[in-house]
C-alpha cells in the first residue's frame, strides 16, 4: 500500500533562515509520481511541483529546491532564506502509475516563518 | 484560465440537512477528484471520476455521502442526512489524462453541521 509520512508536524524559523521539510514514501510501483502542494492561510491547495520516479535530478525554483532519493525513499524540499510569505502547510503526495492518478498525501507539515 | 471553482465557499446547516456541494472542473480536464480535510485525517480521497463516470468511490464514508458528475461541467457532493462530524472543508480537483499531470484544487467549501 502506498504511504506518505512527513514526520515533522511544526517548524517554526525565523525568517532569512534555510528550512528544509521532510517527505518519506512507500510504493511497490516502480513508476510513480511524486507532488508537494502548499496550504496557505487562506485555505487553498497550490501545486508546487511534480517528479516521476525515473527522475532522480534535484530541482531548484527560486527560493525553492527539492531532493529526490530513491535509495532512501525521500523526496525534501528545501526553501532557502524563508520568506513570512512562506508561511504554510505544506504537503507532499504520492501517486502510483496505473493510470488511477490518485493522489496519497501526507499528514502536512506547518511552517511558520517569523519576522 | 478559470480555475475549479466550487460553491459554497461556506456552509453551516443543522443536524440532519441535506447538503450540496458543487464543483466545475477545469475545462477539458477528464479527472475530477473530491476530498475532504479534516484534522483529524488530514487529506483524504472520497471519490474520482474519469470522463464523468465514477471509477473509486472506495473512500466515501457511507451511505449517507453519494456524488454525481452529470457532465464533463459540473460535479456533486451531497450528504443526506448530514451530522456534526461530517464538518470538514471539502475540495474538489480536477487534471487531463496523462503521465500523472498536477491535480488542481478548488479553493474548498468549509462545511459546518451544527
Known amino acids: 500500500a502506498q504511504k506518505v509520512t512527513q514526520a515533522q508536524t511544526e517548524i517554526s524559523v525565523v525568517e532569512k533562515e534555510d528550512v528544509t521539510l521532510d517527505c518519506v514514501y512507500e510504493?511497490?510501483?516502480?513508476?510513480?509520481?511524486l507532488f508537494w502542494y502548499k496550504q496557505p492561510p487562506s485555505g487553498e491547495l497550490v501545486f508546487l511541483i511534480r517528479?516521476?520516479?525515473?527522475?532522480?535530478q534535484n530541482e531548484i525554483s527560486g527560493r525553492y529546491s527539492w531532493n529526490f532519493q530513491k535509495s532512501t525513499s525521500s523526496f525534501n524540499f528545501t526553501i532557502t532564506a524563508s520568506q513570512v510569505v512562506d508561511s504554510a502547510v505544506y504537503f507532499c503526495?504520492?501517486?502510483?502509475?496505473?493510470?488511477?492518478?490518485?493522489?496519497?498525501f501526507g499528514q502536512g507539515t506547518r511552517l511558520t516563518i517569523n519576522p | 484560465d478559470a480555475g475549479v471553482i466550487q460553491s459554497p465557499r461556506h456552509e453551516v446547516t443543522e443536524m440532519g440537512q441535506e447538503v450540496t456541494l458543487r464543483c466545475k472542473p477545469i475545462?477539458?480536464?477528464?479527472?475530477l477528484f473530491w476530498y475532504r480535510q479534516t484534522m483529524m485525517r488530514g487529506l483524504e480521497l472520497l471519490i474520482y471520476?474519469?470522463?464523468?463516470?465514477?471509477?473509486?468511490d472506495s473512500g466515501m464514508p457511507e451511505d449517507r455521502f453519494s456524488a454525481k458528475m452529470p457532465n464533463a461541467s459540473f460535479s456533486t457532493l451531497k450528504i443526506q442526512p448530514s451530522e456534526p462530524r461530517d464538518s470538514a472543508v471539502y475540495f474538489c480537483?480536477?487534471?487531463?489524462?496523462?503521465?500523472?499531470?498536477?491535480?488542481?484544487f478548488g479553493d474548498g467549501t468549509r462545511l459546518s453541521i451544527l
Open positions: 480537483a480536477s487534471t487531463q489524462e496523462g503521465s500523472n499531470q498536477p491535480q488542481h
Open positions: 510504493t511497490r510501483d516502480t513508476t510513480y509520481y
Open positions: 517528479r516521476n520516479s525515473f527522475d532522480e
Open positions: 503526495a504520492l501517486s502510483e502509475s496505473q493510470g488511477a492518478q490518485k493522489l496519497v
Open positions: 475545462s477539458g480536464h477528464d479527472y
Open positions: 471520476f474519469n470522463n464523468n463516470v465514477p471509477i473509486d
